[in-house]
């Protein structure tokens, strides 16, 4: 499998052991703002992303 479709083992560890025991006491309105902020995380990034590639050749190092 592709290692960027998949977490690190590291990374299931933290889901597993960090975030579901924290998540499981949020309440409706607690879990929809982490909702929202993990979206728009993830909106952040790949406008990140799309500037990179889009500049590509201006950052490359010689």
């Not at 690190?8 to 309105?29: C, G, H, P, T």
């Amino acid at each position: 499998m592709n290692m960027l479709t998949n977490l690190s083992l590291e990374q299931e560890f933290r889901l597993a052991v960090k975030y579901k025991k924290n998540i499981k006491n949020f309440n409706d309105s607690q879990s929809k703002e982490l909702l929202l902020a993990a979206v728009k995380k993830m909106m952040l990034k790949d406008n990140m992303i799309k500037f990179f590639i889009q500049n590509r050749n201006s950052f490359n190092v010689d």
